[in-house]
């Protein structure tokens, strides 16, 4: 069979593929809008971005967080014991601790627990030191994170790389600055899993 001239060709029709490319527009925004969820998408890189302006925003909301050093000797230089208050958390960790202070800490904090007491200290070089009394012997690291607004001290005790396998309390150190801790009253909480501490102090 031979071909027919090269003049004597026709062009396809487009009036086909015009249909059909209306079909398939018409079937596509009739299945899109039947099917599309209501809710917003989820998005990731997004929600990680949002999270990390929430950190950065930080001072925003008040909140100070302080550096916390450990030691496995206690200081020589103590005042007297501060009372401490032991209660039980009051449900999840974000229902006890300040609403403002969830809002902003990027991650849950995993808290460590096992402690018979807490002995918390003033000493006479504005430092306020914390000893953890252990009911067995601590083999996990632990740290202390502490967080400070308007006279209102949070600490959290979490999973760390500050201790681990220590004999005895460790000690744990905060100092108290003049111009993070001006003089005044002072409350503390102390979050253990799943204990909470809560003492007051002054700061002359």
């Known amino acids: 069979m031979t071909e027919p001239p090269a003049k004597d060709r026709r062009p396809w029709p487009m009036t086909w593929v015009a249909v059909a490319i209306a079909v398939f527009i018409t079937l596509y925004t009739v299945i899109n809008f039947q099917y599309r969820k209501s809710e917003d998408p989820h998005l990731p890189y997004e929600e990680a971005q949002e999270r990390k302006s929430r950190f950065f925003e930080f001072d925003l909301n008040g909140w100070k967080s302080l550096e916390v050093a450990s030691d496995t000797s206690a200081s020589a230089s103590r005042d007297d ?10 449900g999840r960790l974000d229902q006890d601790m300040p609403m403002d202070l969830v809002t902003v800490i990027p991650r849950r904090p995993k808290l460590v627990g ?60 905060l100092g108290l600055t003049a111009e993070e801790f001006p003089t005044g009253p002072y409350s503390a909480e102390l979050y253990t899993d799943p204990t909470v501490y809560e003492w007051t102090f002054t700061v002359d």
């Not at 501060?82 to 009051?90: D, Y």
């Not at 402690?115 to 030191?129: A, Q, Y």
Request: hydrophobic letters at 40%.
């Open 81 to 90: 014991l501060l009372p401490v208050r032991a209660r039980p958390q009051a």
């Open 114 to 173: 096992g402690f018979h007491m807490i002995e918390p200290f003033m000493t006479k070089n504005r430092t306020l030191e914390i000893v953890l009394v252990p009911e067995t012997e601590i083999e996990d690291p632990i740290q202390l994170e502490a967080y400070l607004k308007e006279g209102h001290l949070v600490i959290l005790a979490v999973e760390g790389e500050q201790t681990g396998g220590l004999e005895g309390s460790p000690t744990f150190r």
